[in-house]
């Protein structure tokens, strides 16, 4: 049982003119940003919104992002404070998601945000997606383009493969240059919390808002981020961490200079984390075939982009029943 093909249209004007009217008619497009494919739905309409969720497969208490054409779009939707101003000043269009406390006009359905009194909210840099919000004219919500719990898409035919005929269309706009999902930041309370590690590193936030936490449950300060699930962005073979070198059956995913034994990818052969976080989810994809006993990862340092790497490996590797998390970064991707 095959589902149907589905449209896939470059992302020329004609292209994005089509996308845009399809959004706001309230179906489902699939479009490109810098860190990955997002499914795109008009996020003022709850209809389309949980055609979205039933596309992805998504769990309802997991809230979506609101990606807007700039910051001024953002501010008719969310509350910014001064930390808000410099990172949207400094830092958008670009990888990076706040989740602001909604304004009392906000027009985005609760659907979208799981019933939250806050909102988050992104002004993605890729230039496709930048044209088809401000032709759109409205906030769009947009989770990674694929079934809940499995890898992120980077390319048009990543999309095509996890959502086939669930989608209306698929804005092509190439490859992803960043390849990991947004970092995603909760400005609600008094201390910014780390959501989500992500393409935007601690060390750039922290660098302009001092010190950011973890999640931590026992906080009563602590943000209501329900989207925790530890496995996430699975392939469907097992995955390895630490690995020096595949068993036999294994497929590697090296990360630095190596032998060069085995059989297997390389993440970034000089060591450089942002190739590697560019690689990720597409060498995971193509390192899961049929009869492969287990993905072998190297270690990847945790610092900068690492952080992100490492957290997208730790879910691909965890327990395949999804268990919602006390603790710990929120995860859906
Ligand atoms: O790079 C990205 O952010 C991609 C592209 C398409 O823009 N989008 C993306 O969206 O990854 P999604 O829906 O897969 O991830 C949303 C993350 C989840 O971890 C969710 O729990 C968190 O953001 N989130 C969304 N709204 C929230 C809120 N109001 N409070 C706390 N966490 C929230
Ligand atoms: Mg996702």
């Known amino acids: 049982m095959s589902a149907p093909a589905p449209l896939i249209v470059a992302d020329g004007p004609a292209g994005i003119a089509r996308a845009a009217e399809a959004l706001r008619e309230g179906r489902l497009v699939a479009f490109p940003t810098e860190t990955v494919y ?44 001064d930390r808000a101003h410099l990172l949207a000043e400094t830092l958008w269009p670009g990888p990076l998601t706040l989740v602001l406390p909604r304004l009392p006009a906000c027009p985005v359905g609760l659907l979208a945000s799981a019933g939250l009194d806050s909102l988050a909210v992104r002004v993605p840099a890729h230039p496709t997606a930048r044209r088809l919000l401000a032709e759109t004219g409205g906030p769009v919500a947009a989770p990674s383009a694929n079934r809940s719990g499995a890898v992120s898409p980077t390319t048009p035919q990543h999309v095509a493969e996890s959502l086939g005929g669930r989608v209306a269309m698929i804005l092509a706009g190439g490859r992803c240059a960043v390849g990991l ?78 032998l060069g034994r085995g059989d297997g990818l390389n993440l970034s052969p000089t060591g450089d984390l942002a190739e ?26 945790d610092t900068g982009l690492g952080e992100a790497i490492n957290d997208r490996l730790r879910r691909a590797a965890a327990p395949r029943i999804p268990v919602v998390e006390e603790n710990g970064f929120s995860g859906e991707h």
Request: aromatic share 4%; hydrophobic share 45%.
């Open 38 to 81: 997002g499914l795109g739905a008009d996020a003022t309409d709850d209809r389309a919104v949980a055609a979205l969720f039933e596309a992805k497969g998504r769990p309802r208490f997991n809230p979506l992002i609101v990606h807007v054409a700039d910051a001024a779009e953002a501010e008719t939707l969310v509350r910014f404070d």
């Open 276 to 301: 590697a976080a560019s690689n990720l989810f597409a060498m995971l994809r193509s390192l899961d075939r049929p009869g492969v006993a287990a993905i072998a990862v190297a270690p990847i340092p």
């Open 181 to 258: 999902e947004s970092t995603v930041l909760d400005l609600t309370g008094k201390d910014p919390v780390l959501l989500r590690p992500g393409a935007v590193t601690r060390e750039t936030l922290e660098g302009l808002i001092g010190p950011i936490r973890r999640p931590d449950a026992d906080d009563p300060a602590a943000p209501k981020s329900p989207g925790r699930l530890a496995s996430h962005y699975a392939p469907t073979a097992p995955v390895r961490l630490d690995a020096q070198r595949a068993e036999p059956g294994e497929a590697f995913l090296a990360f630095g200079p190596t």
